[in-house]
T-cell receptor, first 112, second 113 residues
């Protein structure tokens, strides 16, 4: 699986958009980009995933560059409850051993 | 829909003792995972089950860790004997065979003294 690089920490003002970057320069053509977050003392929570096109759901938007070497997770209106560690993960979504390999993630702190 | 249930939530033991964790996945989820998360790090996969068979246990320290998933539903993870470096949160996750990763439980926080 391709490795990812994320900044260790970021701050964001409450109500503003939080833009979390992720570099995955060695991603293969059939590998997906997944985002999870982990709020303190809870298990990781799935946010969104994509292959080539930008994706949006009720939680966030995912912007993947045309060359697929990087992506950005956007939380459009961050709230205090969005304070968490955000993990960007790339993996091959086929075969029986479909596993997520977590890095260290980005600690997002939403400030009042 | 009930989430992934794990118990206990917390466990404190002394080194060389044994401990077991229990996981009840979401109903109908064929795939079950156990992860170990050391403080300050991301979760690390220990073992993956498909129904009651092991798909991948390459990162499970088999000299002291064991896991089983009887009848393809509940699962237990055991450590015997525990070491200080086993202090971590043990997370269980489950997913449909063809869906995305699925859901995680809240985890069991183990402290080995």
């Amino acid at each position: 699986d391709a490795k990812t690089t994320q900044p260790p920490s970021m701050d964001c003002a409450e109500g503003r958009a939080a833009n979390l970057p992720c570099n995955h320069s060695t991603i293969s053509g059939n590998e997906y980009v997944y985002w999870y977050r982990q709020i303190h003392s809870q298990g990781p929570q799935y946010i969104i995933h994509g292959l080539k096109n930008n994706e949006t759901n009720e939680m966030a938007s995912l912007i993947i560059t045309e060359d697929r070497k990087s992506s950005t997770l956007i939380l459009p209106h961050a709230t205090l409850r969005d304070t968490a560690v955000y993990y960007c993960i790339v993996f091959l979504s086929s075969g029986s051993a479909r596993q997520l390999t977590f890095g260290s993630g980005t600690q997002l702190t939403v400030l009042p | 829909e009930a989430g992934v249930a794990q118990s206990p939530r917390y466990k404190i033991i002394e080194k060389r003792q044994s401990v077991a964790f229990w996981c009840n996945p979401i109903s109908g989820h064929a795939t079950l995972y156990w992860y170990q998360q050391i403080l300050g790090q991301g979760p690390k996969l220990l073992i993956q089950f498909q129904n009651n068979g092991v798909v991948d246990d390459s990162q499970l320290p088999k000299d002291r860790f064991s896991a089983e998933r009887l009848k393809g539903v509940d699962s237990t993870l055991k450590i015997q004997p525990a070491k200080l470096e086993d202090s971590a949160v043990y997370l269980c996750a489950s997913s449909l065979e063809s869906g995305p990763q699925g859901e995680f439980g809240a985890g069991t926080r183990l402290s080995v003294l």
